[in-house]
């Protein structure tokens, strides 16, 4: 990209484009060939995007398209003190995994920079915070940097420095995140507002069919957490349909989900589903008995699905 000036590029792990001139993910019709090129090579069919009467005319009941969450890193966690260490003076663009060697999605962790490939291709980043606890990582992907203790990106000024060699790693230059005089006049002046990352719900996972149990006739609007009684944040494992309360009140949700390897969950506050088995929100008409019955309980009536009729009318 950076020798040719050739800006726009197709992943096809997830079907995403991304513009390096503008450091952004982008959605355009223009893209929709490739796009469905790519989803052709990855399921053997393309994508049916538009236009609406193709999807009208086919035989098979049409389900939602998945509706892509806005998700807002969290400006300070409580583990960046512990777990962020001094970098070292050089990052690798695409360092092969400790482990396994691959190269094509990796993570250097922040504790021992010791670079780790994706849970989408041998989980050993993932093994390596269970197993030493060392929390943060860094993508080499796009930079963003996960919190496995907080379940979330952290976008804050004590990552800067790791994000700053990254950026140098990938582009061969530092990205200037605020103005400098802004910097430098106090370490406790206002870092950059936290970017709102789009985040594409992926439309199947493997874990679906097992899963999933069948949901029972009634749920809580803000059910108490089996364990500790708080509601405040009430997930659903859709297993066992207890209730348990999020990462960031008493982390019994994820608690339960490893315990009993129940990896379906959820939120009774956005009535999203995780996966703890695939790390991504899921997003499938298997899972509309339980989110209709969420939206039933918290507002009275059932979801209407976004059907091609009801966008026609």
């Known amino acids: 990209a950076l020798d040719e000036t050739h800006l726009l590029t197709l992943s096809m792990s997830d079907l995403s484009v991304w513009c390096y001139g503008c450091d952004s993910y982008i959605h355009n019709e223009v893209l929709m060939d490739v796009q469905n090129k790519g989803h052709v090579a990855k399921f053997g069919k393309s994508k049916v995007t538009a236009p609406q009467e193709e999807v009208a005319s086919s035989s098979k009941e049409p389900v939602e398209e998945p509706k892509v969450f806005a998700v807002r890193p969290k400006p300070w966690c409580e583990h960046l003190e512990c777990h962020v260490k001094k970098a070292p003076p050089v990052f690798m663009a695409a360092p092969p995994c400790s482990l396994c060697q691959d190269s094509s999605e990796s993570w250097y962790c922040l504790s021992c920079y010791k670079p780790f490939c994706s849970r989408y291709v041998g989980e050993h980043g993932l093994f390596h915070a269970l197993d030493e606890t060392h929390l943060l990582t860094l993508s080499m992907s796009d930079l963003s940097v996960w919190c496995y203790g907080c379940d979330s990106y952290i976008h804050n000024e004590v990552l800067m420095d790791v994000q700053n060699k990254g950026h140098v790693a990938k582009f061969g230059k530092s990205k200037v995140t605020a103005p400098q005089e802004e910097v430098a006049s106090s370490s406790k002046e206002p870092v950059e507002e936290p970017k709102v990352f789009a985040v594409r719900p992926k439309p199947w996972c493997e874990h679906l069919e097992c899963h999933v149990k069948k949901a029972p006739p009634v749920f809580m609007a803000a059910p108490p957490c089996s364990l500790c009684q708080d509601s405040s944040e009430s997930w659903y494992c859709l297993s066992c349909y207890k209730p348990f309360c999020s990462r960031y009140v008493g982390e019994h949700g994820l608690f339960h989900a490893l315990d009993e390897t129940h990896l379906l969950t959820l ?32 507002f009275g009536e059932p979801a209407v699905a976004v059907t091609m009729e009801t966008i026609a009318e």
Do not use: F, P, Q, R
């Open 267 to 298: 939120s009774m506050s956005d009535l999203s589903v995780w996966c703890y088995g695939c790390d991504s929100y899921i997003h499938n008409e298997v899972l509309m008995e339980a989110k209709n019955k969420g939206h039933i309980a918290k």
